[in-house]
Nanobody, 115 residues
Framework: QVQLVESGGGLVQAGGSLRLSCAAS????????IGWYRQAPGKQRELVAQ???????LYADSVKGRSTISRDNAKNTVYLQMNSLKPEDTAVYYC?????????WGQGTQVTVSS
């Protein structure tokens, strides 16, 4: 059974930082690409950042320069460090892994940035 469990969300003031974690089980983590997505109220879910099995990262323009995605294969965990947070970063953040014939999402963690 595949599980993705996010944690680390919370309420933070603008300019602050948070580190989100995505703990995976039930997959061969070391060969999996993991993505962080977010969905704000009334908006579509969007990709925030993604890291490949080889550690190559890509970022949405909206978070580039403020966020860092990383992975610890020994812990089956992907992290998203977010700095200089803005109110527009407020959303539910999800992690996801997908491939041929499968598509798994976590339950999400709420990030709220106050102005």
């Amino acid at each position: 059974q595949v599980q993705l469990v996010e944690s680390g969300g919370g309420l933070v003031q603008a300019g602050g930082s948070l580190r989100l974690s995505c703990a995976a089980s039930g997959i061969i983590f070391s060969v999996s690409t993991i993505g962080w997505y977010r969905q704000a109220p009334g908006k579509q879910r969007e990709l925030v950042a993604q890291i490949s099995s080889g550690g190559r990262a890509l970022y949405a323009d909206s978070v580039k320069g403020r966020s860092t995605i990383s992975r610890d294969n020994a812990k089956n965990t992907v992290y998203l460090q977010m700095n200089s947070l803005k109110p527009e970063d407020t959303a539910v953040y999800y992690c996801r892994t997908d491939g041929r014939g499968y598509d798994y999402w976590g339950q999400g963690t709420q990030v709220t940035v106050s102005s």
